[in-house]
Every structure is written in structure tokens, then in C-alpha cells.
């Protein structure tokens, strides 16, 4: 009794509990967008249906293209809407014959499933689906088996507003899809399936904001693949830090990858006493600065990098001071700073930060953590490990004051 009962549960591992594991919640092998290009995908599930219609009038308003993953049973209902995103230039995708989970599909039924989603939008649009996102991502060791078989791409997401519960609105969508919002991203929001009112009136500011952030709205196939699965990983992981930590990306003024990003912590060293006379006591409000890791990317693309590196820091300090004193989140900070280990630390200093020596277990883990971050992201790779490895993390602060009054400017240059 216990052994088949064994056997049952070692075969639904096998089918459903490991491939879901390894390419629905790792995302291994789908498809994710590289971050050395200024392109975010937006993406549409469930539909077509009701509100589908409002959305492509929204994306034909601003210009921007899409992919939409359709339910080939509710295409049947809706085939004008898909005559209308061919025309308007957007993609089509398969998100299933029928709205259904992987895990309730036996072996067999898998092949026919995607195929006949397959050739009943082929049928009713003209064109043949080459991209395939199952349900709720939900996958069985058949899925990916049917899915290489038929030469289709697996698309997932890396940025999910989660615009289908109840309670979302059209502000919370904007807020976690432009938060998120990085070079490469795909964005999966809804058509369909409920009520898509807070989606519909979400998407033109979305646009409107991502595209400040120099990224263009691309369908899938536009959208070019990340081929290092090692980046492919830190993605997955950075992302789930700034959602947990409510990072803020930083807008550049001069367009293309912003340089900082931003999070509100308590200031968490001992008292210091900076070069203006200004003390930061442990526990007062503190900006986190981040460098953003496709501009890092970019940064290091000569042997110029560090004084490329320097300029990029000073432009964007503009947008920093500007962006505090408009966002309330921010009101209540004493300073801005963070560890780093760039070497141009003398220049730095010019900047108006000052240079606080890092120790104890902190100093290591950020120095390892910014090892790392810079063989991932550095243009030459590991190769350059042996010079971070004389590098060492410093803490770089600049109170409040000392910001506003070097770098506050009356308007923002982008939005003037």
C-alpha cells in the first residue's frame, strides 16, 4: 500500500511538482529580455474579451505595440479583435485552447491542447502563434516537451502588477509596473477575465513613464533575448529586492538608463559627524542609493569607465535632488548614500559626498555582494576580478542640505 502510494507521489513529482519548480517559479529556459537594450515588453493575458477593445485604443493613442496572449476558445467570440491587433502591428501569442491549468492536464492531452489553441488563432487571425505562455505560468514536464517540439517560444514575466485582483487600482498598477520597470522587462497585465477598468486607465500612464525611463515598448519578438543565465538569475532575484524593499528608480534627465535608484532605510551605522558639521545619528531617515545595473553595464564599456562612471554619478545627482523634493516618501530623510567600491573615490568627494570607512561583517558581505555585482555586469566580465579584488567598499554620504543646494535645479530639463 505505502510503496504505490510512493510510487503515485514520485510520478507527480516527476510530471507536475519538479518542471513546475524549474520553468514556471526559476524561469529556466523562458524568455527574458537582455538589459543591454532600452526595450520593455508589455504583455496581455486572458483575453480576448470585453475591455480588450479600451486597450488597444490606449496603445494605438501612445503608439506603443504589444503582445497579447490569447485564449483561443474566447478568440472565437472576439475575432475582430484580433483582425485589429494584426493591423495595429501587435503581437499574438497562445495562452492556451481554454484558460486551464497544466496540472490538470494528463500527458496525452497536452499536445492536443496547445495545438489546437495553436491552429484555432491560425485559423481565425491569419497568423501562427510562435509564442506560448501556459496559465498562471503552470507547467508539466509535457508543457516544455510540446512547447521545444512545436519551435515555440515559452515567454513567463519578470514584472506581475497582479492587476486581476480584487482592489487593484489603476495607481498601485502603475506604481509596481514602472517600480520594476528595467531594460528587458516583460510586463504581464490582463485584458480579460473580470473587470480591466483600473488596467485600462493604468497603461497610459505606464507608457508615458516607462518611456521617461528611456525604455521603448517592444511585442516579443522585437524584444531581444538575454543570453547569459547567470544574469538571467540576478534579474530574477533584484527584482523580488526592490519589490521587497520598495526600491525607486531614479528618471534620467538626458534619457537612457538612469544611473540611481533609490530606497528609504534607517540609517543604521554609528553616529557621524560629516564635513559640513552635520551628525547622523543611528536610526534617522536615510536615502539608499543604488546604482542601476544595466547603466553599470554600459558604464564599463572603455577603458574610460571610471570617468565615464564619475559623469554619470554628477548628472544624475541633479535628478536625484529633484526626485526628493517632489516625492513625499522622501521628505523626512536627514541623508543620502551608500557603499560602493568605485576607485575614483577623490572624485567623489568633489561631488559633495563624504568618504566613511566600512568594517566589521557589513564591510564584508557588501563587499562580496559588489564583487559579484560588478563580474555580472562589468563589460569585461570575470576577467576584472582580480582588480575588484583590491577594492574596497567605502560608505559615501551627503546630508540633505548639501544636496538641495549643489544639485536642486527648478526644472527638469526632459520634462521642460
Same mark, same amino acid.
Given at each position: 500500500m505505502w510503496g504505490v502510494l510512493g510510487g503515485i507521489v514520485l510520478l507527480w513529482a516527476i510530471f507536475y511538482l519538479v518542471p513546475d519548480l524549474i520553468w514556471h517559479h526559476l524561469q529556466w529556459k523562458a524568455m527574458l529580455g537582455t538589459r543591454d537594450h532600452h526595450q520593455i515588453a508589455l504583455t496581455f493575458d486572458d483575453g480576448p474579451g470585453p475591455d480588450?477593445?479600451?486597450?488597444?485604443?490606449?496603445?494605438?493613442?501612445?503608439?506603443?505595440?504589444?503582445?497579447?496572449?490569447?485564449?483561443?476558445?474566447?478568440?472565437?467570440?472576439?475575432?475582430?479583435?484580433?483582425?485589429?491587433?494584426?493591423?495595429?502591428?501587435?503581437?499574438?501569442?497562445?495562452?492556451?485552447?481554454?484558460?486551464?491549468?497544466?496540472?490538470?492536464?494528463?500527458?496525452?492531452?497536452?499536445?492536443?491542447?496547445?495545438?489546437?489553441?495553436?491552429?484555432?488563432?491560425?485559423?481565425?487571425?491569419?497568423?501562427?502563434p510562435v509564442s506560448y505562455r501556459p496559465p498562471w505560468g503552470h507547467h508539466n514536464l509535457m508543457t516544455w516537451i510540446i512547447a521545444q517540439r512545436l519551435g515555440l517560444r515559452r515567454v513567463l514575466w519578470t514584472i506581475a502588477p497582479d492587476d486581476w485582483k480584487a482592489g487593484k487600482t489603476a495607481q498601485t498598477i502603475e506604481h509596481d509596473v514602472v517600480q520594476l520597470a528595467h531594460p528587458g522587462a516583460i510586463v504581464v497585465m490582463h485584458?480579460?477575465?473580470?473587470?480591466?477598468?483600473?488596467?485600462?486607465?493604468?497603461?497610459?500612464?505606464?507608457?508615458?513613464k516607462v518611456r521617461n525611463l528611456g525604455l521603448n515598448p517592444v511585442t516579443i519578438s522585437e524584444l531581444d533575448r538575454e543570453k547569459s543565465e547567470?544574469?538571467?538569475?540576478?534579474?530574477?532575484?533584484?527584482?523580488?529586492?526592490?519589490?521587497?524593499?520598495?526600491?525607486?528608480?531614479?528618471? /534620467?534627465?538626458? =534619457? !537612457?538608463?538612469?544611473?540611481?535608484?533609490?530606497? $528609504?532605510?534607517?540609517?543604521?551605522?554609528?553616529?557621524?559627524?560629516? @564635513?559640513?558639521g552635520r551628525i547622523i545619528s543611528r536610526g534617522q531617515w536615510m536615502g539608499e542609493i543604488h546604482f542601476g545595473n544595466p547603466a553599470l553595464s554600459q558604464l564599463s564599456? /572603455?577603458?574610460? =569607465? !571610471?570617468?565615464?562612471?564619475?559623469?554619470?554619478? $554628477?548628472?544624475?545627482?541633479?535628478?536625484?535632488?529633484?526626485?526628493? @523634493?517632489?516625492?513625499?516618501?522622501?521628505?523626512?530623510?536627514?541623508?543620502?548614500?551608500?557603499?560602493?567600491?568605485?576607485?575614483?573615490?577623490?572624485?567623489i568627494e568633489k561631488l559633495g559626498f563624504d568618504r566613511i570607512p566600512v568594517s566589521g561583517t557589513r564591510k564584508w558581505s557588501m563587499w562580496f555582494y559588489l564583487i559579484i555585482l560588478m563580474?555580472?555586469?562589468h563589460a569585461d566580465g570575470w576577467s576584472t576580478l582580480k582588480r575588484f579584488l583590491r577594492l574596497k567598499p567605502v560608505l559615501l554620504l551627503m546630508d540633505r542640505d548639501t544636496l538641495m543646494s549643489r544639485y536642486l535645479r527648478s526644472s527638469n530639463p526632459r520634462r521642460a
Open positions: 480588450t477593445a479600451k486597450i488597444l485604443e490606449v496603445l494605438r493613442t501612445h503608439n506603443a505595440h504589444a503582445t497579447f496572449f490569447v485564449v483561443a476558445e474566447r478568440a472565437r467570440h472576439y475575432p475582430e479583435l484580433l483582425h485589429e491587433m494584426v493591423r495595429d502591428g501587435h503581437e499574438i501569442g497562445l495562452h492556451g485552447y481554454q484558460h486551464r491549468s497544466m496540472y490538470l492536464f494528463w500527458p496525452w492531452s497536452v499536445y492536443r491542447e496547445i495545438q489546437h489553441g495553436l491552429d484555432t488563432i491560425e485559423a481565425i487571425a491569419g497568423v501562427r485584458d480579460a477575465g473580470g473587470n480591466r477598468e483600473a488596467t485600462v486607465q493604468a497603461l497610459g500612464p505606464i507608457i508615458d547567470l544574469r538571467r538569475w540576478w534579474t530574477w532575484w533584484e527584482i523580488r529586492f526592490t519589490r521587497q524593499w520598495d526600491i525607486d528608480t531614479i528618471p /534620467s534627465s538626458l =534619457g !537612457g538608463d538612469p544611473v540611481l535608484r533609490l530606497g $528609504l532605510i534607517k540609517y543604521p551605522f554609528k553616529p557621524t559627524v560629516l @564635513s559640513t564599456s /572603455s577603458r574610460a =569607465g !571610471g570617468l565615464r562612471a564619475f559623469h554619470a554619478v $554628477l548628472r544624475s545627482l541633479t535628478d536625484l535632488a529633484n526626485f526628493v @523634493s517632489e516625492s513625499e516618501k522622501y521628505q523626512d530623510i536627514v541623508v543620502v548614500g551608500g557603499i560602493t567600491l568605485l576607485d575614483a573615490s577623490s572624485a563580474a555580472i555586469y
